[in-house]
């Protein structure tokens, strides 16, 4: 039986200062002693204080206290799962390791459409060769949500060679997979689950949230703990269980990936939340929850907004939902979820985690309270009178769901490392996809590297653009150009090398 009263990186990190030691190591700013006295008074004092080296500082020049290893055993015991990993790199760092351990180089992996960007460069980084997976598009809501079991099995039937399938849940709109029944079909196989989900580090510590991917049967699982946690940017976590992952090899691919610099401050707020959540957690989330559940009825009294619960765990929608995830419908303002999200940071000095052309997403978290609840609703009040003066929405030409799923040509990594060339959007259709075109947030990409483009497609993100959507990872971010690889005709034949 662990202890989880213990914090080994927080109580090691106390003891470092107990002490008074001092290290002639990296970081150089000495525990904030070099640091510009301007950046101590924003960042503060015990910032810097905190940020120590890892090895050769919290812990010896060989690790031999253990800190770290302590803390995953604990984070492991405290969910569930055989073995947990730091990551201070975040979910996008944890996913690529994943993705190599079970699909290893060139290997094929089974890829839901809907996949977060660091999905894409995963296929990029590692090679691996997606087999996508249809998801569930909601053609009243334009949105997508994970692919169901039919969905899966009819992908494992098209490549039974895959060494694994891949999956988000929760997606950014909170909606869930059915993970056990995902799970089954691949252990049917033989074949591991992934579960990027990102979004549900606190889905263990509670049972009136969705079920955990660990405990409906999933093999790996990716948290990002600053996400719906109480950890730092950049803390996530890589779970796995069960003996169809080499969990050496799982190591061993991380700490390819892994920075050998890792940030302290990291990892003991990871190791932290873990034990607040052990001593804590059901009654925290409990209050954020009931919170939750009556900030959906004040916001549904406001004129002009939706709340849309139902419609998410509808049938073909969603197998389940994170009440902590609320989502606010915004077009009978007259307006869009940009133009929302846009005045409530300059006339509320609120920010929202999502907004899309209809839609803005209020995320809550065990943080929130009374206070922060009434100041949601009251930015959300004066939206609604504000609504009327604003400029009608621009329409965004939203393609039919079928339109999303774009026919793959050659795989991400052979076209963002092949022959490019920059061509004018109004060319671009017909023309094979070289970089990643992704309206954040959510972050899932419209177009991918290898794939056709197509008009429609061009036509929603142009159409976006000027509605208020955001590109940040194309080239020309205006989108009046487009990369496309150069050797590659609109037919798919390789053209003759120019010489």
Same mark, same amino acid.
């Given at each position: 039986?662990?202890?989880?009263?213990?914090?080994?990186?927080?109580?090691?990190?106390?003891?470092?200062?107990?002490?008074?030691?001092?290290?002639?190591?990296?970081?150089?700013?000495?525990?904030?002693?070099?640091?510009?006295?301007?950046?101590?008074?924003?960042?503060?004092?015990?910032?810097?204080?905190?940020?120590?080296?890892?090895?050769?500082?919290?812990?010896?020049?060989?690790?031999?206290?253990?800190?770290?290893?302590?803390?995953?055993?604990?984070?492991?015991?405290?969910?569930?799962?055989?073995?947990?990993?730091?990551?201070?790199?975040?979910?996008?760092?944890?996913?690529?390791?994943?993705?190599?351990?079970?699909?290893?180089?060139?290997?094929?992996?089974?890829?839901?459409?809907?996949?977060?960007?660091?999905?894409?460069?995963?296929?990029?980084?590692?090679?691996?060769?997606?087999?996508?997976?249809?998801?569930?598009?909601?053609?009243?809501?334009?949105?997508?949500?994970?692919?169901?079991?039919?969905?899966?099995?009819?992908?494992?039937?098209?490549?039974?060679?895959?060494?694994?399938?891949?999956?988000?849940?929760?997606?950014?709109?909170?909606?869930?997979?059915?993970?056990?029944?995902?799970?089954?079909?691949?252990?049917?196989?033989?074949?591991?689950?992934?579960?990027?989900?990102?979004?549900?580090?606190?889905?263990?510590?509670?049972?009136?949230?969705?079920?955990?991917?660990?405990?409906?049967?999933?093999?790996?699982?990716?948290?990002?703990?600053?996400?719906?946690?109480?950890?730092?940017?950049?803390?996530?976590?890589?779970?796995?269980?069960?003996?169809?992952?080499?969990?050496?090899?799982?190591?061993?691919?991380?700490?390819?990936?892994?920075?050998?610099?890792?940030?302290?401050?990291?990892?003991?707020?990871?190791?932290?939340?873990?034990?607040?959540?052990?001593?804590?957690?059901?009654?925290?989330?409990?209050?954020? #929850?009931?919170?939750? !559940? $009556? %900030?959906?009825?004040?916001?549904? *009294? @406001? +004129?002009?907004?939706?709340?849309? /619960?139902?419609?998410?765990?509808?049938?073909?929608?969603?197998?389940?939902?994170?009440?902590?995830?609320?989502?606010?419908?915004?077009?009978?303002?007259?307006?869009?979820?940009?133009?929302?999200?846009?005045?409530?940071?300059?006339?509320?000095?609120?920010?929202?985690?999502?907004?899309?052309?209809?839609?803005?997403?209020?995320?809550?978290?065990?943080?929130?309270?009374?206070?922060?609840?009434?100041?949601? #609703?009251?930015?959300? !009040? $004066? %939206?609604?009178?504000?609504?009327? *003066? @604003? +400029?009608?929405?621009?329409?965004? /030409?939203?393609?039919?769901?079928?339109?999303?799923?774009?026919?793959?040509?050659?795989?991400?990594?052979?076209?963002?490392?092949?022959?490019?060339?920059?061509?004018?959007?109004?060319?671009?259709?017909?023309?094979?996809?070289?970089?990643?075109?992704?309206?954040?947030?959510?972050?899932?990409?419209?177009?991918?590297?290898?794939?056709?483009?197509?008009?429609?497609?061009?036509?929603?993100?142009?159409?976006?653009?000027?509605?208020?959507?955001? %590109?940040?990872?194309?080239?020309?971010?205006?989108?009046?150009?487009?990369?496309?690889?150069?050797?590659?005709?609109?037919?798919?034949?390789?053209?003759?090398?120019?010489?």
């Amino acid at each position: 039986m662990l202890d989880h009263s213990k914090a080994p990186l927080l109580d090691a990190l106390a003891d470092y200062h107990r002490q008074d030691r001092y290290g002639f190591t990296p970081p150089g700013h000495r525990q904030g002693r070099g640091a510009d006295p301007r950046a101590r008074a924003v960042l503060g004092e015990q910032t810097y204080r905190a940020d120590v080296l890892a090895a050769s500082g919290l812990d010896d020049r060989a690790s031999s206290r253990g800190f770290l290893a302590e803390a995953e055993r604990l984070m492991a015991d405290a969910v569930g799962s055989d073995q947990a990993f730091f990551s201070t790199a975040g979910s996008s760092l944890s996913v690529k390791a994943a993705m190599l351990a079970v699909a290893g180089d060139r290997g094929e992996l089974l890829i839901g459409r809907d996949a977060h960007k660091s999905v894409v460069a995963g296929l990029v980084f590692t090679g691996v060769e997606p087999r996508w997976v249809k998801v569930r598009y909601d053609d009243e809501l334009h949105l997508a949500h994970p692919p169901s079991p039919e969905q899966l099995e009819e992908a494992w039937e098209r490549h039974p060679t895959a060494a694994g399938a891949l999956i988000v849940s929760p997606t950014p709109y909170g909606t869930c997979a059915d993970i056990a029944a995902l799970a089954d079909i691949c252990h049917r196989r033989g074949k591991p689950l992934i579960v990027d989900e990102a979004w549900g580090a606190h889905l263990p510590f509670h049972p009136d949230l969705p079920t955990w991917a660990m405990n409906a049967g999933a093999d790996i699982c990716v948290v990002s703990v600053h996400k719906m946690g109480a950890g730092l940017e950049q803390g996530s976590v890589l779970h796995s269980r069960g003996d169809l992952i080499d969990p050496a090899h799982l190591a061993a691919c991380a700490d390819l990936l892994m920075t050998t610099s890792p940030n302290v401050i990291v990892y003991a707020a990871l190791d932290g939340w873990r034990r607040q959540m052990v001593e804590n957690g059901h009654r925290l989330l409990s209050d954020a #929850i009931a919170l939750a !559940r $009556g %900030l959906r009825s004040d916001i549904a *009294g @406001l +004129p002009g907004l939706r709340v849309i /619960e139902d419609r998410l765990i509808a049938v073909e929608a969603s197998h389940d939902l994170d009440p902590l995830q609320i989502l606010i419908d915004v077009s009978e303002l007259g307006i869009n979820g940009y133009q929302a999200a846009d005045w409530l940071r300059e006339h509320r000095r609120i920010d929202v985690g999502l907004s899309d052309h209809r839609r803005i997403l209020a995320t809550m978290s065990m943080a929130d309270d009374a206070g922060t609840a009434a100041r949601l #609703i009251e930015g959300l !009040r $004066g %939206l609604v009178t504000a609504a009327p *003066g @604003l +400029p009608a929405a621009s329409t965004v /030409e939203l393609p039919p769901p079928a339109q999303f799923d774009l026919e793959p040509v050659i795989s991400p990594r052979e076209a963002f490392f092949g022959r490019t060339e920059t061509v004018k959007v109004d060319e671009a259709a017909g023309r094979v996809c070289a970089e990643q075109i992704t309206p954040y947030p959510p972050g899932i990409p419209a177009l991918l590297p290898g794939e056709r483009i197509t008009e429609e497609m061009l036509d929603y993100l142009r159409s976006g653009l000027a509605a208020g959507m955001v %590109l940040p990872d194309p080239s020309d971010k205006t989108l009046e150009t487009v990369r496309v690889v150069s050797d590659l005709s609109p037919s798919g034949a390789r053209r003759s090398p120019s010489r």
